[in-house]
């Protein structure tokens, strides 16, 4: 069933034509809920916002109950799609992609658009649009919960980090995300190195590593 466009969210005026969830160019809006059968579910009255082609994709195969929601969905959507051009500023500094040594046609192709790919995806995952206001009447945030920020790039959460650095340096699956837990989230960094030790580990293993790990924090 299609449905008319809802009230347009303020959009202030150096904005104008811009994707809410990404930050590039848009003159497409998309009505939230996407779907009439939440409206009832929204924490605020239904509205449209403007939107990019690839951004409106990810909203439409959304099932979300507010603005800021979407916003997550979509964002986490990104993060997913561009796993790749985002482990390139992990895996690389701009400096080593310059002076690295590879040689050949297509590393040459790499190197030219791999830092500029990178920086887009990051900068369109970080961006975080503006104050959400219908009418002049700000939107209630429905979570306070603001993300997880990691090596310059925001997560929606710490578990799509943990998503995301195992799929960039091939982690194992489960050492990552027990070593979250066990460590907590201010020794990321840390569970990352530890993961990027172990690549290959048999269960038995990976409960080795967890065990000294735990005795070494409890020791403290
Ligand atoms: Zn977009």
Same mark, same amino acid.
């Given at each position: ?7 347009? *969210?303020?959009?202030? /005026? ?5 994707? @809410? /969830?990404? #930050? $590039?160019? %848009?003159? $497409?809006?998309?009505? *939230? ?10 924490? &605020? ?7 990019? +082609? ?12 507010? !603005? ?6 979509? =964002?986490?959507? @990104? ?8 482990? +390139?500023? %992990?895996?690389w500094?701009?400096?080593e992609l310059q002076e690295s040594e590879f040689e050949g046609a297509a590393f040459e192709g790499f190197k030219? %658009?791999a830092?500029?790919?990178?920086? +887009?995806? =990051?900068?369109? *995952?970080?961006?975080? #649009?503006?104050?959400?206001? @219908? ?12 993300? /997880? ?8 959460? !710490? ?6 650095? *195992?799929?960039?340096? &091939?982690?194992?699956?489960?050492? @990552? ?16 190195? !530890? ?13 080795? +590593? ?7 924090? %409890?020791?403290?």
């Open positions: 069933m299609s449905v008319d466009k809802y009230p347009e *969210i303020d959009i202030p /005026f150096d904005v104008r034509y811009t994707c @809410l /969830f990404c #930050g $590039e160019p %848009s003159d $497409e809006t998309v009505n *939230i809920p996407f779907s009439v059968d939440d409206i009832n579910k929204t924490s &605020h009255s239904p509205l449209s916002v403007p939107v990019c +082609i690839e951004c409106q994709s990810f909203v439409k195969k959304a099932r979300c109950h507010s !603005v800021y929601q979407y916003q997550k969905a979509v =964002k986490a959507a @990104l993060t997913r799609k561009y796993q790749k051009a985002l482990s +390139i500023g %992990s895996n500094t701009e400096q030219r %658009s830092w500029m790919m990178y920086t +887009i995806a =990051k900068e369109r *995952i970080n961006y975080t #649009g503006w104050t959400l206001c @219908l009418d002049g009447i700000p939107l209630v945030a429905d979570d306070e919960n603001s993300g /997880f920020e990691f090596d310059g790039t925001r997560f929606v959460s !710490v578990d799509h980090a943990v998503e995301h650095y *195992i799929k960039t340096f &091939h982690l194992d699956a489960l050492l @990552l995300p027990e070593l979250v837990k066990l460590l907590g989230e201010e020794k990321f960094s840390y569970a990352i190195r !530890v993961s990027r030790l172990y690549l290959s580990i048999s269960a038995v293993e990976r409960a080795e +590593i967890l065990a000294d790990i735990a005795e070494s924090l %409890s020791e403290v």
